[in-house]
């Protein structure tokens, strides 16, 4: 079974300038989450889908990140513009989704951000 | 908001050593999860715990979940260098079932 895929996995931008993140999740996976993760902290929820529709974007900055699921498969996060506070690890993650209690999370490689 | 502090924050220790890590909260959570994270990948789920009071163990490793379903341990018995990563633990809560990660424990195993 393939996993989480994300792309870039690495991106280089100066302050200012726009950046978007890729994720195609696990096949047959509803819901899907971006998370941030800055060197030394845990993952940061940003936003959570369950398949096209938001669920919680309560974390994410819209001033400047956006992102959307329009066929409730793959995703895209974008930063715009982009400042130095926001370099860190963007993890992309998805689960079954349904009734369960707890429905395991599988993490992407994550795409490394640096803003100079 | 609910938060989960890990601790230590760090930790460095010989082959063949024991440690543990812990992760308490004020909050109590309907589940919790344990995950390793190594350099450039993802986090990797080890175990999931639900019941107050359980224990699960993972070859060498043991969690255990606090009775009152607030704190969590992990506990790894004769460290190997392959147990070097970074330990996160997360807690599951809301209707969402979103997952609120601590802030990790680095574990380095020297050879």
């Known amino acids: 079974e393939a996993g989480v895929a994300q792309s870039p996995r690495y991106k280089i931008i100066e302050k200012r300038q726009s950046v978007a993140f890729w994720c195609n999740p696990i096949s047959g996976h509803a819901t899907l989450y971006w998370y941030q993760q800055i060197l030394g902290q845990g993952p940061k929820l940003l936003i959570q889908f369950q398949n096209n529709g938001v669920v919680d974007d309560s974390q994410l900055p819209k001033d400047r990140f956006s992102a959307e699921r329009l066929k409730g498969v793959d995703s895209t996060l974008k930063i715009q513009p982009a400042k130095l506070e926001d370099s860190a690890v963007y993890l992309c993650?998805?689960?079954?989704?349904?009734?369960?209690?707890?429905?395991?999370?599988?993490f992407g490689p994550g795409t490394r951000l640096t803003v100079l | 908001t609910q938060l989960l502090e890990q601790s230590p924050q760090f930790l460095s220790i010989q082959e063949g050593e024991n440690l543990t890590v812990y992760c308490n909260s004020s909050?109590?959570?309907?589940?919790l999860q344990w995950y390793r994270q190594e350099p450039g990948e993802g986090p990797v789920l080890l175990v999931t715990v639900v019941t107050g009071g359980e224990v699960k163990k993972l070859k060498r490793l043991t969690f255990q979940f606090g009775d009152a379903r607030k704190d969590s341990s992990l506990h790894i018995t004769a460290a190997q260098p392959g147990d070097t990563g970074l330990y996160l633990c997360?807690?599951?809560?809301?209707?969402?079932?979103?997952?609120?990660f601590g802030s990790g424990t680095q574990l380095t195993v020297l050879p």
């Open positions: 993650a998805s689960s079954l989704g349904g009734t369960a209690t707890y429905n395991e999370q599988f």
């Open positions: 997360a807690g599951a809560g809301g209707s969402a079932r979103q997952l609120t």
């Open positions: 909050s109590v959570f309907s589940s």
